[in-house]
């Protein structure tokens, strides 16, 4: 079975604090991908990044980062000098490359991330 | 270009009633998955359509539920009848191909509520 972790249920944190959000994964496929999404107030969820099992490399995208470690499951997500902006919250997802589920997304339960100016 | 959209926004009904959801994805998207929030869960699947036809209806909770996508465009989720456990946000998202290959896009969600 798949099943995504996102053991902080909230955080809160002041403008220009950098801030991580932890996601642990669970699966027996050797290939999956994994996502996050971040969700505004107003309702939608918005794609940040996809990462396939092959590519640990980290990525950088402006002030946020994500680091994919196999060996521990996790697929964090820090965000650098944040803004109030970054108020939301945010989802990490797996989905796996197999045939008669592909595209179905497991999420986490969500973490809050609150900043204040 | 506009996104994907959903109606109506917020839905309170009474227990026993019958609520239908619609979802409009992206023009041309041929994929459209149906998803569910219950307060504080996990986001969950219910199901995929590609085109007109069910892929991947595995996340459906039970025969109260009935998901149409007439003609490949919109698609609607008729719940009936609505039990107190089927409260929760329901989200629609579309993609041009297959994901994970292809970006799910989602819409801002139905609430419901049931009383």
């Known amino acids: 079975a798949q099943k995504v972790t996102q053991a902080q249920t909230e955080i809160s944190v002041v403008e220009k604090e950098d801030v991580t959000l932890d996601c642990v994964y669970e699966?027996?496929?050797?290939?999956?991908?994994l996502f996050w999404y971040k969700q505004p107030p107003s309702g939608e969820l918005v794609f940040l990044i996809r990462?396939?099992?092959?590519?640990?490399q980290n990525e950088i995208s402006g002030r946020y980062s994500w680091n994919f470690q196999k060996s521990t499951s996790s697929f964090n997500f820090t965000i650098t000098a944040s803004q109030v902006v970054d108020s939301a919250v945010y989802f990490c997802?797996?989905?796996?490359?197999?045939?008669?589920?592909?595209?179905?997304?497991?999420f986490g339960r969500g973490t809050q991330l609150t900043v204040w100016p | 270009e506009a996104g994907v959209t959903q109606f109506p926004s917020h839905s309170v009904i009474e227990k026993g009633q019958t609520v239908t959801l619609r979802c409009d994805p992206i023009s041309g998207h041929d994929n459209l998955y149906w998803y569910r929030r219950v307060m504080g869960k996990e986001i969950k699947f219910l199901l995929h359509f590609v085109k007109e036809s069910k892929q991947d209806e595995s996340g459906m909770p039970n025969n109260r539920f009935l998901a149409e996508r007439t003609g490949g465009t919109y698609s609607t989720l008729k719940v009936q009848p609505a039990e107190l456990e089927d409260s929760g946000v329901y989200f629609c998202?579309?993609?041009?191909?297959?994901?994970?290959?292809?970006?799910?896009?989602f819409g801002p969600g139905t609430r419901l509520t049931v009383l």
């Open positions: 990462r396939n099992s092959f590519d640990e």
């Open positions: 699966t027996r496929d050797t290939t999956y991908y």
């Open positions: 997802a797996l989905t796996l490359d197999r045939g008669s589920t592909l595209g179905r997304l497991y």
């Open positions: 998202a579309s993609s041009q191909g297959r994901a994970p290959y292809n970006e799910q896009f």
